[in-house]
T-cell receptor, first 115, second 111 residues
Framework: DTAVSQTPKYLVTQMGNDKSIKCEQN?????MYWYKQDSKKFLKIMFS???????INETVPNRFSPKSPDKAHLNLHINSLELGDSAVYFC??????????????FGPGTRLTVL | GDSVTQMEGPVTLSEEAFLTINCTYT??????LFWYVQYPGEGLQLLLK?????DKGSNKGFEATYRKETTSFHLEKGSVQVSDSAVYFC??????????FGKGTRLSVIA
């Protein structure tokens, strides 16, 4: 069974469109994340949700809106797509504990290409 | 804020060569340290981790030791293989904050 899954794996779309990327984790974790990886492989946190509540929202355009219907899902909706949104988007999850490393598990990524 | 600095790549090595990828960090408190690996076309996988000073993480022949005095977590492998070709990310995590990643180091191993 896949621990963290994302759909779609590839997404090609035109500028100005609205698109969504879905993420699901079956690990029972209480925290989920979205990261963006640019063409130079640099990874940056975008959002973090703990028990369906937004706890981190980095400097991300408000065209990006995460939605967490339940603890196992964190979807990313993007309005009015721009060329600069082209990147690989990774979902991740972890269990926030009182101690320990809080290891994060990553999904396989969604490669978004905006034409 | 917290940050991670790792050596820039790409790093190209012959098979069976010794590998070192340097990683240093800046953090308040006592972070946990990680190395993640990203194989071509795939997501990130945890390679190894260390949660406190002097801990050594190891996996698949890779090792890294948490050095608090030098704020470092260098990745080493004694004999690399072609299958080790990937991008390697050093990362840290303080408390309940998300991972902070270095910029990644691309390793290419040639036969």
């Amino acid at each position: 069974d896949t621990a963290v899954s994302q759909t779609p794996k590839y997404l090609v779309t035109q500028m100005g469109n609205d698109k969504s990327i879905k993420c699901e984790q079956n690990l029972g974790h209480d925290t989920m994340y979205w990261y963006k990886q640019d063409s130079k492989k640099f990874l940056k946190i975008m959002f973090s949700y703990n028990n369906k509540e937004l706890i981190i929202n980095e400097t991300v355009p408000n065209r990006f809106s995460p939605k967490s219907p339940d603890k196992a899902h964190l979807n990313l909706h993007i309005n009015s797509l721009e060329l600069g949104d082209s990147a690989v988007y990774f979902c991740a999850s972890s269990q926030i504990g009182l101690a320990g490393s809080n290891e994060q598990f990553f999904g396989p990524g969604t490669r978004l290409t905006v034409l | 804020g917290d940050s991670v600095t790792q050596m820039e790549g790409p790093v190209t090595l012959s098979e069976e060569a010794f590998l070192t990828i340097n990683c240093t960090y800046t953090a308040t408190g006592y972070p946990s340290l990680f190395w993640y690996v990203q194989y071509p076309g795939e997501g990130l996988q945890l390679l190894l981790k260390a949660t406190k000073a002097d801990d050594k993480g190891s996996n698949k022949g890779f090792e890294a030791t948490y050095r608090k005095e030098t704020t470092s977590f260098h990745l080493e492998k004694g004999s690399v293989q072609v299958s080790d070709s990937a991008v390697y990310f050093c990362a840290l995590k303080s408390g309940n904050t998300p991972l902070v990643f270095g910029k990644g180091t691309r390793l290419s191993v040639i036969a």
